[in-house]
């Protein structure tokens, strides 16, 4: 989603704008763009394309300015191109602007600024009204004329703002899209992210909702919705700058694959006393309260609700209490069954998710509590939350996730054996089992990244197909999801996931030969059950490579390749299978030459519905 820096110092805005938004890129973003106030007032440029094109069209100009602000766009309204590449100028030219959101009401303010100001729109985009709507509201206090713009706005937003007539200031204010502060020596920043910053400080704001922040040089004040000058404890953000760089990897995507054991052992750890008993940090919840639910609601997108899966799956399985699992976009218009007596769990690994926030505030409506899993530590998601156990990953830059995925299981899985021994539906050796399990999962995940070489080889030879589908029954299927959609999101190949026991329903229809299936056979209970899925879809002459458990020789009879992953209980194993498809899509990705990082049309952080 649409990155945004802003630069107020003594130095040129431009480089450390310019700098701040490279470091935005994982966000995903189609043009960029930068105002800087100079001695003859506001300049902007902006370029469709990446950051490389803006930067080519300013090489020879001497832009300068110790003020300025600075976007990356992923377009929502209007087609990616320069003219409604961000930042916006107010007619008068008094006014720049750079906004992350949706301004909902923006037809309106549209065709009031026409009819009783005279202004005619250069963009397609609903941002520009916010340049237009604060220039003809400004009669000299630019605080004001922001506070009557958000007045009238509806929608989510994050914008920043600078004024001609007002020097050395940047003006920003959020509505449930992310922004920060960040506290430099003799200058001070604005970002949508962290990571924007880091090169420069490491003591940030964390902005709510309704807030404005106003920053100038020596000071950054933040202020309510009725003007009032708030208190705000400075963050300090520990991430360093090697977590948020490629530290010699060719991708940020491998880098994140290859951190798993790391961030599996980090976020368990910190769960797991000397006793072997499970530590639920950030979760204030009663024993009582706990055992009073008497019904769990997973809610996420994307990656995070195939973690949900796996959720529903361990929940259902280890505290037997009834788990429904959600797409937060469909959860929220559909009335849902949720009351005081449900935990709602949101998964998210930015906790900006739009779709995952507004199922949240429903569930929250209604009476639920609310239990977050989140990595982004202080991110909305969080913040709206009665409780929240943060996945220790550090940060996730690929757009692909990884290891925010397999530390959300790993997040799972301590959720329901706390509450499987809590309730009395496990045997204590069964509790110490997995959690022993969960224990050795590092070393494992270890072990597979160690024969990476194979997968590459296997996506060398497979690359240039476009079907692929991905079978699995039970706990294998929910990876199946997740391994279906890391590949199609990079490498742009049509592929499908399916429960094999479903295929024979429909979807078999679509085996011919030469059909690549990957089937996931690493549940031991189901073994007999998925080979005989397998061996329907190889008389149909499909090439399948199956994944299975070091020992089950047996499936390379029915299989044209085969992947081992280390022995392990049926129970962990989606935190071992999953990274052969992780690194399988990669290494095809790779083979196509797609910028994998920051694949077409996605972003990292989906700030819109
Ligand atoms: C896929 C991917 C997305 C996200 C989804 C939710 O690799 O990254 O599907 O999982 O957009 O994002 P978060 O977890 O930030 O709420």
Redesign the pocket.
């Known amino acids: 989603m649409c990155g945004i820096v802003g630069y107020v110092g003594g130095n040129n805005a431009k480089d450390y704008i310019i700098d701040g938004l490279k470091k935005l890129e994982y966000r995903g973003y189609d043009s960029a763009g930068i105002a800087l106030q100079s001695e003859n007032g506001i300049v902007v440029r902006k370029k469709e394309g990446k950051i490389a094109n803006l930067e080519a069209l300013i090489e020879n100009e001497k832009l300068y300015g110790t003020t300025g602000i600075g976007h990356t766009r992923w377009a929502t309204h209007g087609a990616p191109s320069d003219i409604n590449a961000h930042p916006h100028m107010s007619q008068d030219e008094s006014i720049a602007i750079v906004h992350n959101g949706i301004v909902e009401n923006y037809m309106d303010l549209k065709k009031m600024l026409n009819e009783e100001y005279g202004i005619v729109f250069k963009t397609e985009t609903d941002s520009e009204v916010i340049a237009q709507l604060i220039s003809v509201l400004n009669k000299g206090d630019l605080e004001k004329a922001v506070y009557d713009a958000v007045a009238m706005m509806r929608g989510a937003y994050a914008f920043g703002v600078i004024a001609k007539d007002e020097p050395n200031k940047i003006i920003a204010y959020r509505k449930d899209a992310p922004l920060i502060a960040g506290l430099g020596k003799g200058c001070n920043f604005i970002a949508s992210d962290i990571p924007a910053l880091l090169k420069y400080l490491d003591e940030i704001y964390l902005i709510e909702n309704d807030e404005m922040v106003i920053c100038t040089p020596e000071r950054v004040i933040i202020k309510d919705k009725d003007g009032r000058e708030l208190k705000r404890k400075v963050l300090h953000v520990n991430w360093s700058l090697e977590d948020a760089e490629k530290d010699g990897y060719e991708h940020f995507m491998l880098k994140e694959i290859y951190e798993q054991p790391k961030a599996i052992k980090e976020t368990l750890n910190r769960r797991i006393d000397e006793n072997d008993n499970i530590t639920l940090d950030g979760i204030t919840l009663t024993k009582e309260q706990l055992e009073d639910f008497n019904k769990v609601y997973i809610v996420?997108?994307?990656?995070?609700y195939h973690a949900g899966l796996v959720g529903k799956y361990v929940i259902e399985k280890m505290a037997r209490i009834p788990v429904e699992v959600d797409i937060a976009s469909e959860f929220r218009y559909r009335d849902p069954f949720v009351d005081d007596k449900t935990l709602f769990i949101a998964?998210?690994?930015?906790g900006?998710?739009l779709d995952?926030l507004a199922a949240l505030r429903e569930a929250k409506s209604k009476g639920a509590r609310i239990l977050s899993i989140v990595n982004v530590v202080g991110s909305s998601v969080a913040r709206e939350s009665d409780d929240v156990f943060y996945t220790w990953a550090g940060p996730e830059i690929a757009?692909?996730?990884t290891k925010?995925y397999t530390t959300q299981l790993v997040c799972m899985y301590l959720i329901a054996l706390y509450m499987g021994r809590l309730r009395e539906t496990i045997s204590e050796e069964y509790y110490r089992s997995i959690l022993a399990e969960l224990k050795a999962a590092p070393a494992k995940v270890e072990k597979i990244l160690s024969r990476a070489s194979d997968i590459e080889s296997l996506a060398k030879m497979l690359y240039n197909r476009s079907n692929v589908f991905f079978i699995g029954r039970g706990l294998d299927s929910a990876v199946a999801y997740e391994g279906s959609?890391?590949l199609k999101?990079i490498s742009y190949i049509n592929s499908f996931a399916i429960a094999a026991g479903e295929l024979k329903h429909g979807t078999i229809a679509l085996m011919e030969p030469e059909t690549i299936v990957i089937s996931l056979a690493t549940q031991d209970a189901l073994f007999e059950k998925m080979v005989s899925n397998i061996v329907e879809v190889k008389a149909r002459m499909a090439h399948v490579v199956s994944i299975a458990k070091e020992g089950n020789t047996k499936i390379e009879e029915t299989s044209t390749e085969t992947v081992y992953i280390p022995q392990c209980a049926d129970e962990v194993s989606p935190l071992l299978s999953v990274v052969p498809l992780q690194l399988f899509s990669y290494y095809v990705a790779r083979e196509k030459g797609e910028d994998i990082d920051k694949p077409r049309n996605l972003a990292k952080?989906?700030t819109v519905e």
């Open positions: 996420a997108c994307g990656t995070a998964i998210s690994q930015s900006e998710t995952t757009v692909a996730s925010a959609l890391k999101e952080s989906v």
